[in-house]
């Protein structure tokens, strides 16, 4: 499995608007040259987050982006799904069902299932706040 540029940044961004919560609306431009991001590639993650509810947005003057919930609300997991479609080591777990004509004869599909749930199990458990607590102050972290 391989996490995309899209995912990673998606949960730069989301750590860093976690680190400025609560100061009201943070300006797309401050963000994208915090995180060393080009504020276009930005503007299409933060658009799929705005959409899906996990940020929201303000246009104009005093306008930028914020949390809609707490950093310890927000799963490494959801973020990385959302980002990523899957995060499915194998296409045949992708589908619900399962659609595969060979489920029921594949010998290695308890060994892709076991690894997904260890993989969503492991990113669920992550919050913004654990890594908003695992860096340091500043931001030189890197995902």
Known sequence: ???????????????????HHGGGFLPLKDVAQRQEISEKY??????VLVRSGLLEGVRGK?????????????TVGEILRLM??????????????????RAAQC?????W?????IVNEYFDGITLSDLMDNGTDGDDYVI
């Open 1 to 19: 499995m391989m996490i995309s540029t899209r995912g990673r940044y998606a949960l730069r961004v989301m750590v860093d608007l976690a680190e």
């Open 42 to 47: 930005l503007e299409s993650i933060i658009k």
């Open 62 to 74: 005093g306008g930028g982006y914020r949390l809609t919930r707490q950093p310890e609300q927000y």
């Open 84 to 101: 990523e479609g899957s995060l499915s080591p194998v296409a045949c777990l992708e589908q619900e069902p399962m659609q595969c004509p």
């Open 107 to 111: 010998r290695t599909l308890p060994m």
């Open 113 to 117: 299932k076991g690894l997904y749930q």
